[in-house]
Nanobody, 127 residues
Framework: QVQLVESGGGLALPGGSLTLSCAAS????????IGWFRQAPGKEREGVSC????????YYADSVKGRFTISRDSAENMVYLQMNSLKPEDTAVYYC????????????????????WGQGTQVTVSS
């Protein structure tokens, strides 16, 4: 079973930056893509971004496009989410998740298409 551990959350000023990390405990053959989700208080969990392991295809939600960048370090089984130009509405618990199929435009944002989840890391954007 894939185990995922997020880190890097914290407090940031509006306009600031944070980098989240997702460490996967198993070999990459166990999953084909890693996604980032977030859940703000009182809201549903929403897909933020996804990266496929084999071809590095990426997808982003419109709300973060141009501000967030997902990347992967295959040697270390790590996936990162670089978040720039942060806004107060980015405040949420961020989760990474793994799925056995590659990212696709029709499913990357769906919580039901991911088999494994981390515990989440809090990101707060406030002045």
């Amino acid at each position: 079973q894939v185990q995922l551990v997020e880190s890097g959350g914290g407090l940031a000023l509006p306009g600031g930056s944070l980098t989240l990390s997702c460490a996967a405990s198993r070999f990459t053959l166990d999953y084909a893509a890693i996604g980032w989700f977030r859940q703000a208080p009182g809201k549903e969990r929403e897909g933020v971004s996804c990266i496929s392991v084999n071809d590095m295809t990426t997808y982003y939600a419109d709300s973060v496009k141009g501000r967030f960048t997902i990347s992967r370090d295959s040697a270390e089984n790590m996936v990162y989410l670089q978040m720039n130009s942060l806004k107060p509405e980015d405040t949420a618990v961020y989760y990474c998740a793994a799925r056995t199929g590659p990212c696709s435009s029709g499913t990357y944002y769906s919580i039901f298409s991911y088999e494994y989840w981390g515990q989440g890391t809090q990101v707060t954007v406030s002045s």
